[in-house]
Nanobody, 117 residues
Framework: QVQLVESGGGLVQAGGSLRLSCAAS????????MAWYRQAPGKQREFVAT???????NYADSVKGRFTISRDNAKNTMYLQMNSLKPEDTAEYYC???????????WGQGTQVTVSS
């Protein structure tokens, strides 16, 4: 089993920055990728960014050039640096991880990000 705990959410003005953290514990040696997803009120959960165990990254078009995903293996922690935030980035942000080929099977509890205009 893997446990994921997010932190770093909050209220920020448009144009501001936040850094989210996701601390992983448990059988993390089995993980092959981690990711950030988000869900805004009344909307479906959507992919934000992912990073593989080899360090390859991928981003949703809506956040490219503004968000950066990274990981610190020594601290077993993944980060999401969010710059130039927009009101439409407001959502609950979830950390996810997988030890499978495709599906993310471990999820954190979420952290709220609110961007005011």
């Amino acid at each position: 089993q893997v446990q994921l705990v997010e932190s770093g959410g909050g209220l920020v003005q448009a144009g501001g920055s936040l850094r989210l953290s996701c601390a992983a514990s448990g059988s993390i040696f089995k993980l092959n990728a981690m990711a950030w997803y988000r869900q805004a009120p009344g909307k479906q959960r959507e992919f934000v960014a992912t990073i593989t165990s080899r360090g390859s990254t991928n981003y949703a078009d809506s956040v490219k050039g503004r968000f950066t995903i990274s990981r610190d293996n020594a601290k077993n922690t993944m980060y999401l640096q969010m710059n130039s935030l927009k009101p439409e980035d407001t959502a609950e942000y979830y950390c996810a991880a997988r030890d499978r080929l495709v599906t993310f099977n471990y999820w954190g509890q979420g952290t709220q990000v609110t961007v005011s205009s």
